[in-house]
Every structure is written in structure tokens, then in C-alpha cells.
């Protein structure tokens, strides 16, 4: 739901990259799913060194000339799956062979169909495909073999990143171990191998050295029970599989990786576009400004916290040319931040804009307008409870009204009532870019309090939002947002979704209490965050009283009333 998969880079051939296969091999174990994995040979200056990965390698010449020997599968099939006229089953032919030279397993069958079973010939064929003195389809042929691809699934595409020494461009496949043979490390590239369920692999306490890669895709089959499921999951993602591909980036320990579900990844790709510079931020760090476009600059309060992710962002908005600007959000009333804006300021601020009055976006705005002699902008609340009691506007703005910064800079006012009831998103017009403040936040939901909050209107508000024009969210905590009609879209189905929660909950109750309910409706929800979570649930059953679906008594039970 945190829109970040646009990728600019992504969208060009590699031709720097080597062609590579894995493959996943998969058996139940008694605690359910089990994976092959095998830590590779320690060398120096070798990057590779000492991983945790799966069987794989790149391509050869040699590979294709397998495709004759192919059971229960073929390049159309496969390539499809990857959204190409062919080529996939050479890869698919790779991912057999280095298995088979890494760790001595084979997935072959006889002339008759029956799974292949180990002889002594095997271990010479390996040993000749190891030094390179063989091919695959030569060692089938002398063994009597076919390839068995009749449960072997495609499973990802994955790009190393841009400016990697060594890039590799693979597709991983996944496939049941052949039961009848045991796995072996050739003691080369393959110095140790573990079957184990994915989530024990990716405990810190084993110390592996694990590649983004290796940990999304353990992460991905952690979530399947068994292999059948794990194959049918692979069988029904959509064609073609979407390329994935990491970017560098640093963090305040230094350089890092970041995939496409990581929540900075839009931001990255938006400020590195080449995947070069790897000098992105891949953090929030209070009082560190980011330059996000020539129009935009954000600076981090330092407030972290359950509520406030990793702070409550202030953002100056304005054109270069005419020098002036705004400041959307002057944060929590704390001195460091107002320092670190002033020492930010990327020139006249005239304009200070809060999107609504919660203690930790509004109460900066006094101190923030006499340090740059600016006016304030906001509207009041219709509620007090929980509300900054101090904020004092200059003066409210209107739905539709433009602030204009220059030639080159338009904000626009957009009421988005829900999360607050005086709630204002601003949109960059020339950049499609709306300030979300936090009625949009990333990563996930707001809470809906009533009485300002307003359930019925925040659905209402993100609705209306997708008639608007827009590339990218900014929003109150977190990185840039990429997708917003896919974020907001999505919102509203988890909003519905948990409103179909509370019906089944009260339909199954009868009559119920808050109390009682909300462990069925949140039952996916942290027991710690259930005092929150109790709060979006009564706005969930406002609304269904304004929907005349449900009432509540004078006892303060509620009370279903149909459809």
C-alpha cells in the first residue's frame, strides 16, 4: 500500500548485467515448508563470499542444447511467464545444471516417466559438468535421463543494482526436491548446505549472510505452508512476473539496499533516477533537509514515535526564480526543529500552512511565523478534544484556494475532512504532488477519532481525491509515495473491508459492547494498539448509525439493524 514501485532504471535492458537462473527447491518438513539453502566458498575479494543463497549460477553455452530432453514443459510456457517470446527455457535448463553441480541434485525422470534415482555415474557426470568438460545434455543422454520440469514453477526476476561491480539479471524457479536423492555440497562452490523452514533462516541469531534478494524471497516463502501451497502460489501470479530491482542507498551506518517494498524505494528511485549516485537517504533523520525537487525541501521534527513513525514532516514549498515560499507543517513547538528550519530555509517564507491542528503538526506555527515574519494558514477544528488549543490563523483557507509562489508554483487547498474535521491537503500543481499531511500516511492507516474524526467523511475525502490529477503523495511521516491512485484505492478497500469486520461482529453479537467487539474486528491489530484501534472502531459504528444499519442503546451496547 505505500505506492513504491515506480522505477525509471528498471525499465531499460540491463546490458551490463550476466544471465543467471536459481532455483528453489522445496520438501515439507515436519515444521511445515522446507528450503535448500548452501553458503558459498569464502574468497577474497569476492562479494559473493561466504553467502547464504540458493542454487544457481549463470548461464552457459552449453545449457540450450538440453531443450530436447525437456519433460512436462516448454520455452513457450515458461517464457510467457516472464512476458518474453522465448528464451526462458535455457534458464530454466541453467537453474537444473547448477543445482546439480552444487549440490547433486537432479530433477530428472527415466524414459518411463518414473523419478530418476541416483547411480554411481552420476557422481563422474557431475565432476566432467563441474570442470566444464561435459554438457548437461551429454550427461542425460550417457545417464538415460529427461529433465523433469512437470512441477517446476517460475517464481521471480530479480536485477542487481545499478552500479553493482558484477550484475547479474535471474530467474528464480521453484521446484519439489526429488525425494529419492539426497543433496551433497561439492565442497567448491558449495562448502555447506541446511534444509530449513525460511523463517529460521532469516533469524539474526544464525548470522547468515543473506542478499536482499535471498531475504525478500525467504521472506515471501515463509508465508506458505507446504510445498503445494508454495507451488500453486507461483502458478497463479499473474504474467508476466515483474522485474524487481534494488537500489543503493546510505543510511547513517553507511550504504545499503533497498527492494521495491521497502518504504524509501519511490524516493530513491525519484531522487537517483539513474541508480548511480547511491547517495540517497534510505532514513528520516530529524533536522537533516532533503532536497526532493527544485520546488521542495523537507525537513524531519524530532518527534518519533508510535503515532508519529519517524517524526512529523515540515516541508518549504516554493519557485527558485520568485524566491518565495511556504512552510506546510511547522511541526511540534520544540526549539531544535525551529532552528533546524531556519538554518533549511531555502529562502522568504511567507506562508506558514498547517494541514490540520494535532498536537504534533500545528504548535510550531507561532514561533515558526515571527522567525520568518510569515502569516499563518489553517483552519480550526469543529472539536477541541485533542486538538492544538494555541493555534491562531491568520486566516482559514477555502476548498479550491490557490497560493501562488510564482509562475512555476501553485498550491492549491483541498479539504479532505476524516482524520481531522478542519484536515487541508496542499497540491504542487506543477508537480502533481499533494501534501497529504495525514490524511494519506505511509506505510499505514490514521486513526479516525471522533467526534472531530469523521469516518463517512474520510472515505468520502479519498474518493474525491481520485479525481484529482496526481503523481506522488508527501505525506506528514515518511518518504515520498509513489502510485497514489493505487494507495488511495486501496485505503478505502481496508476501510471497507474493516466495516464489513464490525457488521460480522455485530451481527454475530446481536448487541454488543465496544470492549467486546474490538478484539474480533482488530483480532490482526497488536493488543498494545487496541486503546487506538478502539477509537476507529466507534467511528466505524457511527457511520453505520448514519448508514441506519445499526443504533446504539442507552445502555451503550450496539445494536445491529440490518441492511
Known amino acids: 500500500m505505500n505506492g513504491s514501485r515506480i522505477d525509471p532504471a528498471a525499465a531499460r535492458p540491463a546490458t551490463d548485467a550476466r544471465r543467471a537462473a536459481s532455483l528453489l527447491l522445496v520438501r515439507d518438513g515436519q515444521a511445515g515448508l522446507e528450503v535448500l539453502l548452501l553458503r558459498r566458498a569464502e574468497r577474497a575479494r569476492d562479494w559473493l563470499s561466504g553467502a547464504v543463497v540458493f542454487p544457481g549460477g549463470v548461464l552457459e553455452a552449453g545449457d540450450g542444447e538440453a531443450s530436447a530432453l525437456v519433460e512436462g514443459s516448454s520455452d513457450a510456457v515458461l517464457s510467457a511467464r516472464f512476458g518474453l517470446h522465448g528464451g526462458m527455457l535455457e534458464h530454466a535448463l541453467a537453474a537444473l545444471r547448477e543445482t546439480f553441480e552444487e ?37 542425460c543422454t550417457a545417464l538415460g535421463l529427461r529433465l523433469d520440469l512437470r512441477r517446476l514453477q517460475a517464481f521471480s526476476h530479480w536485477l542487481t543494482p545499478p552500479g553493482t561491480p558484477t550484475r547479474f539479471d535471474t530467474r528464480f524457479f521453484i521446484a519439489p526436491a526429488p525425494a529419492a536423492q539426497a543433496a551433497q555440497a561439492d565442497a567448491g562452490e558449495a562448502l555447506e548446505l541446511m534444509w530449513l523452514p525460511p523463517a529460521a533462516a532469516l533469524e539474526p541469531a544464525r548470522g547468515y549472510k ?11 516463502l515463509a508465508a506458505f505452508a507446504d ?78 514515535g508510535v503515532m508519529t513513525g519517524p517524526g512529523t514532516n515540515s ?30 530555509a531555502p529562502g522568504p517564507v511567507r506562508w506558514v ?22 502569516v499563518v494558514l489553517g483552519r480550526r477544528p469543529t472539536h477541541a478534544q485533542g486538538q492544538d ?28 475532512p476524516g482524520h481531522a474535521s478542519n484536515h ?73 473491508r474493516r466495516e464489513a469486520r464490525v457488521v460480522e461482529a455485530l451481527r454475530a453479537h446481536g448487541q454488543a459492547q465496544l470492549d467486546e ?23 466505524h459504528l457511527i457511520k453505520l448509525r448514519e448508514d441506519a444499519r445499526a443504533v446504539e442503546q442507552a445502555d451503550g451496547r450496539w445494536r445491529w439493524l440490518g441492511d
Open 517 to 539: 467487539m474490538l478484539p474480533q474486528v482488530y483480532a490482526d491489530t497488536p493488543p498494545q494498539l487496541f486503546p487506538v484501534a478502539r477509537r476507529s472502531l466507534l467511528a
Open 389 to 416: 488549543s494555541d493555534f491562531a490563523p491568520t486566516r482559514e483557507p477555502v476548498d479550491g484556494e490557490c497560493l501562488f509562489l510564482g509562475e512555476g508554483c501553485t498550491l492549491r487547498a483541498i479539504h479532505t
Open 210 to 220: 543473506l542478499f536482499p534478494v535471498t531475504r525478500r524471497t525467504l521472506q515471501e
Open 103 to 139: 549440490v547433486g541434485l537432479l530433477l530428472a525422470c527415466g524414459e518411463d516417466g518414473e523419478p530418476a534415482r541416483p547411480a554411481a555415474a552420476w557422481s563422474t557426470w557431475r565432476s566432467r559438468l563441474q570442470q566444464r568438460q561435459a554438457t548437461l545434455a551429454q550427461a
Open 353 to 374: 500552512l498547517a494541514t490540520h491542528t494535532h498536537r504534533d503538526h500545528s504548535p510550531g506555527a507561532a514561533a515558526a511565523a515571527a522567525a520568518f515574519g510569515a
Open 227 to 304: 510445498v503445494d501451497a508454495a507451488l500453486a502460489a507461483a502458478a497463479a501470479r499473474p504474467a508476466p512476473l515483474p522485474l524487481v530491482m534494488p537500489r543503493h542507498a546510505r543510511t547513517r551506518k553507511g550504504p545499503t539496499i533497498v527492494v521495491p517494498d521497502h518504504l524509501a524505494f519511490a524516493e530513491v528511485c525519484r531522487l537517483d533516477p539513474e541508480g548511480l549516485a547511491h547517495d540517497v537517504m534510505a532514513e528520516l533523520v530529524a533536522g537533516q533537509p532533503v532536497r526532493l525537487s527544485p520546488r521542495i525541501l523537507r525537513v524531519t521534527a524530532p518527534n518519533p
Open 424 to 496: 487541508v491537503c496542499w497540491l504542487l500543481e506543477q508537480e502533481k504532488l499533494l501534501f497529504t499531511g495525514d490524511h494519506v500516511m505511509q506505510g499505514s492507516t490514521v486513526v479516525i477519532d471522533p467526534p472531530d474524526g469523521d469516518m463517512a467523511a474520510y472515505l468520502r475525502s479519498l474518493q474525491a481525491l481520485l479525481d484529482e490529477d496526481l503523481q506522488w503523495l508527501a505525506p506528514g511521516h515518511g518518504f515520498l509515495v509513489a502510485e497514489p491512485h493505487a494507495v488511495l484505492r486501496a485505503l478505502i478497500a481496508h476501510r471497507l
Open 315 to 344: 516541508y518549504f514549498v516554493g519557485d527558485p526564480q520568485a524566491d518565495r515560499w511556504a512552510l506546510i507543517d511547522p511541526g511540534p513547538a520544540d526549539p531544535l526543529h525551529l532552528a533546524a528550519l531556519q538554518a533549511a
